[in-house]
C-alpha cells in the first residue's frame, strides 16, 4: 500500500476564508501510524484524498481538488492530539458553516477512510433516502465499507 503524499493527487491550498475549530479527537500510536497512509482515490466513487504532512491531515475532495480540512495534531509517543483543524469557508469550494457538523465529519472521516472502522455518518437529513444519499456524495463507496486500497495487490 502506498502512502499518499501532496503531489499524488490534485491538492489546491486552503483557501483565505476558513475557520478554525478544535475536534479535541484522541489517538492511540498505532491508529497515527495508520492515518498517515493516507488515501489516494483510485475511483470517481472515491470521494477523498487526504495525506500527512508535517503532524498534520490534508481532506482534499477528489474531483474538485479543493481542501476541505486540515487537522492539526499535537504528537509524542503514546499518539495524538487533534489539536485544531482549519476548515474551509469559501462558498465556491465548500457550503458547509456548521463548526459542530465539521468536527463530527472530521471524526467519521478519519474512522472511516483511515482507521477502517465503522463511524456515526453525521447526516443533516431527515429521511433515510435523503441521508443515504448526503452519505454517497459525501463519501461514496467508503460509506459502504469499501476502501480505495481494497483492489490493490
Known sequence: MKTAGPTDWKALP???LHTTITPGLLFNANQVFCMKRGVIPREMEDKWFVYWKEDSLYFHRSWTGFCVYIVRFLCDDIGAKAAFATVNRDPDQYGGTDDEYDRRMIAYLIDVLL???????????????????????????????????????
Open 115 to 153: 482507521l477502517r472502522r465503522p463511524g456515526k455518518f453525521p447526516s443533516r437529513s431527515k429521511s433515510r433516502r435523503s441521508r443515504v444519499l448526503e452519505m454517497w456524495s459525501q463519501v461514496g463507496r467508503a460509506g459502504l465499507g469499501e476502501h480505495p486500497d481494497d483492489e490493490v495487490n
Open 14 to 16: 486552503m483557501p483565505e
